[in-house]
């Protein structure tokens, strides 16, 4: 394969002079060991592309930069969109039976064989097996034929190849693959065609198709590559140094990757198939070279000593035995910073000079997380010494909260007892004021308080005795003494009864006097009586107010009692913390006083020794 298989009809009369490339290609050799001038075996190639998508990369990442002479053997490396291309056409059932391998395996021995009939041989192989496949499915078939046709010397011809990645084109919008294989392979042949109709001349078709390209991948670097290229053949040379710019910052982005993620194998893996690597493999673009140096130069600035001024820093802060302010990300990144200076001090490639500043830049931020681990502990020790003071309050909150709560329960008994002797005092004056008035209305109901009654019976008992004394009155009287009405008996009997009447008169004429004493009587202790419990009851009324009051008054006093005591045993509680927390202030105080000094020892100490 020749040098810059792709110039025949490319650069035309802007071909840089011996002088440009020359410098350029001395540059290239000095800064990143590029032995250029040497053909590099496709095999190492394929290994260092297979080692870049060995590792899990996020999305924006999933692009290697390729350069003309990396092409060629890209598409038996590990490329993630023709690995999945083909596992999906080896499992289709087009796919089967097909002669595929075969096309792959006499692609991969044209790429190795150097020269002479045998590579003939394997090229003009790989073309016939690719017109025999039938599955109208496989790109991949038109990809190998297309590449031949673009660097095969004895089959050059990038009509061929145009039309056949055209083809390839086709085949994978007819494919039932995943999206995401079908959108990067489509990336990779467009960007194909781009550079075929680039070494055709037709630059503007290859810009349309180049931009088409880009729009498939986050970070096109290597449609950027070859758009690059078109560009210089538009004399179009502050876009083309845009392009290659961006493909410098490409490689930047993924080595700052690396060092975030403290990964040494990836940041390895990123520096051995750099893009930049591939532009200084391209004599083409010598044209640029003043501006492509002032672009590594600007973002390798600070940076070229990276890895021998991680050594010495290393060594010195090892030396200051700060361990213990360590905490897992400064131990794993000061691991990655030892590994990384280890790796490559002393290395005469500066690929890694790009993140250098980088590097520092995380070594720095490294020793601040350090100072800021010294902080932490001493600012823990002094924490962990108010914690036993916050122990202690809580441990007098909760004293002081119980004896509330005692205070609380003595009040409730009290209000309890109050309340219960209250009912008491109510329900006995009630019980008495009741008694009363149920005396009073049997007092009411009471014979023995009816005047009326009083007089009847009274009056009936002088009846009765007045008749008596009729009797006994008549009977006394005719004994001695004669009757003035006469001998006989009716003169007897009449005597008998006019003595008796004038003694039962006599006799009721007093009882009668007596009925009414006696009525007058019941009537007067009747009202006395009345008088006597309506004034109980009034009294009841009265007794109970005062005892009520009497017993309000003992509750306000054993309850204004029980606030003071309370307020005395809570303002001892306030005291005690009051005092605690002004000696927790004077030993916060006096800790972070000698914690500031030992932390600004220890961040002058780390500045000293990574200055």
């Known amino acids: 394969m020749a040098d810059n298989a792709l110039s025949a009809e490319f650069i035309g009369e802007r071909k840089p002079d011996k002088n440009q490339t020359a410098a350029f290609r001395e540059y290239g050799n000095e800064r990143f060991r590029l032995r250029l001038g040497e053909a590099r075996p496709p095999g190492e190639i394929a290994k260092t592309i297979d080692r870049y998508f060995s590792f899990d990369l996020p999305a924006k990442f999933q692009e290697t930069p390729l350069g003309e002479k990396s092409l060629p053997a890209a598409f038996v490396a590990r490329l993630p969109a023709v690995r999945a291309f083909e596992e ?209 130069e600007a973002e390798s600035k600070d940076g070229e000593d990276a890895a021998e001024w991680l050594e010495t820093r290393l060594r010195k802060l090892a030396a200051l035995k700060l361990h213990a302010y360590y905490d897992q990300e400064v131990e794993r990144a000061l691991l990655f910073y030892d590994h990384f200076a280890k790796k490559f001090a002393g290395t005469e490639n500066k690929t890694l000079a790009l993140v250098g500043a980088d590097v520092k830049k995380a070594f720095k931020e490294t020793i601040e997380r350090i100072k800021a681990g010294a902080r932490e502990s001493h600012y823990d020790d002094i924490a962990k010494e108010m914690k036993e003071f916050e122990a202690y309050f809580a441990k007098e909150e909760m004293k002081a909260e119980r004896a ?132 109980r009851a009034t009294q009841l009324r009265n007794q109970k107010e005062r005892e009520l009051q009497r017993l309000e008054k003992n509750y306000e006093a054993q309850k204004e009692r029980l606030d003071d005591l309370e307020k005395r045993r809570l303002g001892d509680f306030a005291d005690g913390r009051r005092n605690a927390e002004e000696k927790r202030r004077e030993k916060e105080k006096e800790m972070k006083k000698d914690a500031d000094a030992k932390i600004a020892e220890i961040a002058h100490k780390l500045d000293e020794a990574t200055a």
């Open 404 to 535: 509330r709560e005692e205070f609380e329960g003595q009040r409730d008994k009290l209000d309890e007892r109050r309340a219960d002797m209250r009912d008491r005092i109510e329900t006995r004056i009630a019980q008495a004021v009741r008694d009363a008035e149920r005396e009073l209305r049997q007092l009411e109901n009471s014979s023995k308080y009816n005047p009326g009654k009083s007089f009847t019976n009274a009056l009936m008992k002088s009846a009765l005795i007045s008749m008596a004394m009729i009797l006994v009155g008549g009977f006394v009287g005719r004994i001695g003494e004669s009757s003035p009405y006469g001998q006989g008996f009716g003169g007897a009997l009449i005597d008998f009864f006019a003595t008796g009447l004038k003694w039962g008169g006599i006799v009721f004429l007093i009882g009668l006097i007596f009925s009414f004493i006696v009525a007058f009587s019941v009537m007067f202790e009747a009202r006395n009586v009345r008088s006597s419990l309506l004034k």
């Open 88 to 296: 999906w056409l080896y499992s289709s059932p087009a796919g089967k039976g097909e002669n595929f391998r075969d096309i792959k395996s006499f692609y991969q021995k044209w790429l190795t064989e150097r020269e002479g009939k045998e590579k003939d041989y394997y090229a003009l192989s790989t073309i016939q097996m690719a017109e025999k496949n039938a599955n109208p499915a496989n790109a991949l078939k038109y990809v190998f034929s297309a590449l031949i046709y673009m660097f095969d010397e004895n089959y050059r011809s990038m009509d061929e190849a145009s039309k056949r990645l055209g083809f390839a084109d086709d085949a994978l919008a007819e494919a039932e693959c995943d999206d995401r294989t079908k959108r990067r392979l489509t990336y990779l042949v467009k960007t194909l065609r781009g550079a075929a109709l680039t070494s055709r001349g037709e630059h503007a078709a290859a810009a349309l198709e180049l931009d088409d390209a880009a729009a498939f991948e986050p970070n096109a670097a290597t449609a950027w590559h070859f758009s690059a290229l078109n560009e210089l053949a538009r004399k179009d040379d502050d876009r083309a140094a845009l392009l290659l710019s961006k493909i410098v910052e490409y490689d930047v982005d993924r080595m700052r990757h690396g060092v975030e993620e403290r990964q040494l194998d990836f940041l390895a893996a990123v520096a051995e198939n750099a893009g930049v690597h591939d532009i200084f493999r391209d004599d083409r673009f010598a044209l640029l070279f003043d501006r492509l140096k002032e672009t590594i």
